[in-house]
């Protein structure tokens, strides 16, 4: 695995752990108007976060297998 592949799971892993921080967080808040208004931009930021991660996972069990 090269150095930038290692890098971009580190810093996905990274975004995908401080997106879960935020989310526990909002979480935890029980009145509505509490709710910060970028919300939907974490989610966003979640999603995407999540789709990369997982592309990039999916790639990682690909070259696993044809490995020789």
């Known amino acids: 695995m090269n150095k930038?592949?290692?890098?971009?799971?580190?810093?996905?892993?990274?975004?995908v752990e401080h997106i879960n921080k935020r989310i526990k967080e909002l979480d935890?808040?029980?009145?509505?108007?509490?709710?910060?208004?970028?919300?939907?931009?974490?989610?966003?930021?979640q999603e995407t976060a999540m789709k990369n991660y997982a592309d990039i996972m999916m790639e990682r069990i690909e070259l696993y297998k044809t490995r020789d």
């Open 28 to 45: 935890n808040i029980t009145d509505k108007e509490d709710l910060p208004e970028d919300e939907m931009e974490l989610i966003d930021r």
């Open 4 to 15: 930038d592949y290692k890098e971009l799971i580190s810093d996905l892993t990274a975004d």
